[in-house]
């Protein structure tokens, strides 16, 4: 990872459950004249246009060229990404292909999606095998519930976890004026909720939102004529399996080899982190619901299996605590499926600038972990840092 | 960009009108396998990244390329879907290349046309608020676009039909092609009318198949052959999405887009110095103004440089040697094989439609209403 490119503007529309006075085309606008306006450039300063969403929820076939009136990439060249849920943060990956390899010097990064124009869980519904699975399974929920059940099982967790990890993430997007669901629930609230599919109650699962994030990438020469708080990729790593693959091997027992750990222990082992919760301070985790924090905090390789849920017991993982998850809210609050993944990206940047306002969390900032997820158990992670120096 | 990215080896399927014996992971594994076999390499220990194009619509299915990592030995491994044209996903493969991040990397594409109504998934890509309701689909938006190139530049229909005539032919003397046929212009022009003046022949017929090739880094493409093709530049650029916003006898972002590609390659003069083209026709018409698009004549004079014979199997640039489009290759897979054939004919492996001594060649792919977007590689030996 020796290229420098850095992250020089961010841009977000607010998340709600329903727009109907916006097109997708102004929807997706908004976040890119936000994201200009952040970067202190025009369009004309950009060379290529990354667009990301997942077609069949809205519909819409090669929306990269059905936006392109709204997107500013007319004249420009551009890739339009679609990967699940990781093609928020696929897309990021490849705005840092086009600089690092020299094709273009700044990239727009565009992740949306707009759920309120088409079935989304009949959607998710056909990512399964047609022929043999797909009749038993429904949406996201059914393998979001099975890699919940297994981490309460295997690590011996309590259901209250749960309740706890949600009621901190409905204090974070309360700060967070970009959130979709900003209600504060206590951990009484989340528990008695109704149960949907065991263990997950219906404040544990994650919204359908709709809403945009935008970026500006530049290469090093350019971002420092940008900005004065550019914030470096120093590293990512994309760990995708085959179909049910990733799923089966974060359920399957013996010896843990998921997709998590694999690129955890890449991203730890090829930057020299020893002890990853000290010498990084916050993480903006894909997370679609509430027992995904300590399951990944142990399968990222952050701290030993079983031993996740007792530190978020006492803390650890709050907007205050000394390792803060998602203080933007995180999924389970904001979940427009093809901004999920560029949101956690623009998060974890604006925690680096110290630009995220109320929901900044309390410790310093220097170092910090983005993930996406998706697929079946697929993984993007990025480690991002505020000084490369 | 020159010589840092090689590609080692493509294959195809052959293109049929349907394959209803193959699921669709089993287009990419019959491709994957003959790909890996003509590299002479690990599928499982030397490929470190697969980028594959395909499109969720036309599969059915919400990620589309949740079969791909099955049959490539995906596990574990770096993987990522471009939902454009195959053209793109090979300019982003060799952008993998390109920073370092990887050696070695497999690039596939696939689309059954057959199993869907395509008509209705142009209409969806169409947009929603002020036009989608019109009904409009590809070939509805392409008679306008050919009518206008008509009018504008005093093109004939006798002009897109010799297209048609070179390209059916061609593909007599191509394996993979799916329809080849030695027709007169006068066939094509009696054929069934669509929307004129697009007549059924004059259209891409609806096709299945895959595609896939290796790409390498310069030390690596050395290693596994003696016949590596560079890739030398490489552009891509978008157009307006409405209609009336464009001018649609002319195609501004192929111009911007081959520009940027053969200032890449240092090409000054493209019809001199490039030995043969193979471009995405969807339909005859689009032939012509692609060739203008990509600087190998003026704008409005396709016509004229078809009458000349240049773009012939014998002439001075052969175009589509393979058969084009025209010849049956589905959409997504269209990009990428107009790169495979390009690839096989640097290396001197096109059998009968070889064109000696071949030297530099242009691919070309394009997506979106009345070629809304395009691809644009220059590849070398």
Redesign the interface.
Known sequence: ???RVAITGIGQTRHSGRRPYH?DGEMIHEAVSLALADADISIKDIDT?IIGN????E???????????YSG????????????GTVGT?EV??A???I????SDTVLVIGWEKHDEGPVTS??T??Y???YTRWFSVGALSGLALLSDDYLRRANCPMEIGGIVRSYMSENASRNPNAHLREKYTVQDVMNARMVLYPLTLLMICPTSLGACAMVLAKESKAKKMTKKPVWIKDH???????G?GLFDALSGGPR?T?ET?AGKTILKRNHITKPLEEIQLFEMYDPCPFFHPFFLEDFQLCPEGEAWKLIEKGLTSREGSFPISPSGGVMCTNAIGDSGTLRVAEAALQLREDAGEHQVTRKVTQALASGF???N?TDLFLLTNSLD | MPDRVGIVAAAMTKFEAAKPWQHLAELVLEVTDKVVEAAGISLQKDVESIVSCSQDHWDGRTISSMPIPDVTCGHLKDESKVADDGAYAVLYGAMHILSGDHKLVLVVSHCAESHTDGTIIENWSIDHIFTRMLGLDYTLAAAMQARRYMDKYGITPEQFAKVVVKNKGNAKKNPYAQDSATLSVIDVLKSQMLADPITVMDRKPVSDGACAMILATEEIAKKLTDKPVWIKGAGNCYDPHFLGDRELADCDALETASKKAYKMAGIKNPVKEIDVVELSEYYSYQELLWTEGLGLCKRGEGGKFIDSGKTQLNGDIPVNPSGGLLSGIPITVAGMSRVAEAVWQLQGRSGERQIPGAKLAVAHGCGGICGQMHCVLVLGN
């Open positions: 990872m020796s290229h097109n246009v997942m077609d069949l929820f519909g819409h076939y090669l929306n990269d060229a059905m936006l392109a009136d990439s007319i004249g420009k060249s551009g890739f339009k990404m679609n990967t699940g696929m990956i490849t840092w292909y086009n690092a390899s020299g094709q959607a998710i056909t990512i095998e047609p022929a790593v994309t760990v995708h399996a085959e179909e693959g080899r997709t694999e998706g697929g079946s697929w």
